[in-house]
């Protein structure tokens, strides 16, 4: 929906003598979707130094699933898997920490093996 028809709408229930409260205009913008989009744009000397681009859309779920708007379903922190997720990392860091210990003490010990091995020879 776009801040036109919002307003439109707005103003002809105005118009009409009907008042239009806060719930009625959530409701329509639920209903039907609100887009409010910016770019900022900072340039020196006709370079692009930085672009910002500003994207607020409020919609309700189901609007928003009619126009192809879901990713709260598979974002982990939204759909309850944070936790599964959080104990995940903790075993695969562990795991790594096991295995560069390993490393560490297998190259120590290479390295002593080399050196006696080098001192045998001398």
Same mark, same amino acid.
């Given at each position: 929906m776009?801040?036109?028809?919002?307003s439109s709408a707005s103003?002809?229930?105005?118009?009409?003598?009907g008042s239009t409260n806060l719930a009625d205009i959530l409701e329509r913008v639920l209903d039907q979707g609100l887009v409010i989009a910016g770019d900022i744009r900072v340039n020196?000397?006709?370079?692009?130094l930085l672009t910002i681009k500003l994207r607020l859309v409020v919609a309700s779920l !189901?609007?928003?699933?009619q126009v192809g708007i879901n990713w709260w379903e598979t974002d982990p922190w939204f759909n309850g898997d944070a936790a599964t997720? !959080?104990?995940e990392n903790a075993k695969l860091r562990k795991r790594v920490r096991e295995l560069e210990c390993e490393?560490? !003490?297998n190259g120590s010990h290479k390295e002593d093996s080399e050196e006696s091995?080098?001192?045998e020879r001398a």
């Open positions: 776009s801040y036109a028809k919002l103003s002809n229930a105005i118009a009409h003598g020196l000397l006709d370079i692009e !189901e609007t928003a699933r997720l !959080e104990s490393s560490d !003490e091995e080098s001192r």
